[in-house]
């Protein structure tokens, strides 16, 4: 079995059905209308701000709020390009056709991820400049130092989560159970857990909390954070193997 | 051809398929029957490498499934007709599934004429029927042009012009020298279609024979005999060595003696109303086959305290 071949095939799957393009036109409608948004909100407010706030100030940061709920959007793709495939009952013609499971679930993966990646990308850079248009003078520009690599993290920020989601719903196979678990972590109680002081300490190495760090370029003045940009993005992609590694055991495992 | 050797599979306590052993041949269409939940798709899943076996093997012309260099030319499977996502065209369908197999597009034109789906094969698979479903499912089938073919109750819920066409088809792909396995929970069904016969019951092998063996060994022949003089008739009978069972107005005669005893009546100047030939249907002796089973299984391993059948219902056959 060629993996050219099984690319192909998930190519064709991914672009023929209609949830694709919504999931993903919401993703990028939604993380750039919202930070255009926020982006606009904040410089009207920039003058009534603390002074310690005013220095703590992150444009770049600031663009991507609008992450926070386009990232759903991202999780509703990377749950349905999996989950589909159980909830429909395609994944026995799949395999079927696919045998080597290895070689179907990397396949899946890699194209949905493909696609993930070049959307999230191209979301991350508009929302950086149309965010940026609407701070007026306190924008950020692309070539100040850290800014690009926001930026691109930005991009693959929105290409992880999307594939954590994938993973979580090869190990559960199912699209209604994976939305109601990933849904409400991501937008709710991850955030919650990060603003409690009790449970800080652990929340920071969540993988949405450890990823967004990339999208920082100016750290808040009390920050503590024992991990850089990077750091951060590398603890997600942790995050993201491990939740592979898990459904590739599980579907090499199981019956179909 | 497809080889069972042993195949087995447990969820749990509960035996789903139970120590298969038989072969699959190529130019016949081989009739896989049992009752509903007597383990049939789950055999055909494992055929399929899609379950994963307790113990036992299963070999498509003498390799693994997994093993198989783009298996749907080696091998197609209609398992589900719902087995699709709804969302996708009928042609995308199908399109994907040939991507994945180096089958060239052209084929999938070719089996969308086949099945008679040409016309929609831009629409999606949701808007469709169930016989058009399954025959989309056929189509998959089909694609890669495979020696063996199997079907998984192909007929559920076709009108009698689907379940006609894909009898025929069927007959045709085995006379080509194909390998055709399909299932079915209704002997009169497969006493259209099948050549073989091979018959499970709570996961069991009771039966692996051709279909002509199986009628005359399993359909009871006798005559059906009704006259007014029904005491004289017996007499005579009695004296010729005959045994009669008085089944209430009529008498019936086991086996075919039909002409001897229309002679012995002329002899004695006798009068029949009715005598005729008459054959027990292959439905009950189905019935009676797979009863057994299920009686032999309750008797043997299942406990007491819990009398109803474990078979029957607990999983989609």
Redesign the interface.
Known sequence: ??AT??I???W??IR????TVWTLSLAVVVTIALGMLISALSKSEFDDMSRGDQLSFDPTFISFAGMSLGQLAMIVFGVLVVG??YS?????????????RGTFLFSKIAVAAGLALVVGMATSFVAFFLGQAMLGQHKASIGDSGVLRAVIGGGLYMTLIAVFSMGVAVMLRSPMLSLGILMPFFFLISTILGNVGATKKFAQYLPDQAGSRIMQVVTPLDDDTPYGPWGGLAIMAAWVVAVLAGGYLLLKKR?? | MIELEGLTKRYGEKVAVNNLTFTVRPGIVTGFLGPNGAGKSTTMRMMLGLDRPTAGDVRIDGQHYDRLKDPLTYIGALLDAKAMHGGRSAFNHLLCLAQSNGIPTSRVHEVLETVGLTSVARKKAKGFSLGMGQRLGIAGALLGDPRILMFDEPVNGLDPEGIHWIRNLMKSLAAQGRTVFVSSHLMSEMALTADHLVVIGQGRLLADTSMADFIAQNSRAYVRIRTPQRERLLDVLHGAGITVVEAGEALEVDGSKSERIGELAAQHQLVLHELSPQRASLEEAFMQLTAESVEYHAHSDAPLEQPEPWGDGWRKD
């Open positions: 079995m060629a071949q099984v192909r095939s998930e064709t799957k023929s059905v209609a949830s589909n495939e429909t009952g395609m994944i026995r013609t799949s395999l079927a056709a696919v045998p080597q019956d179909a």
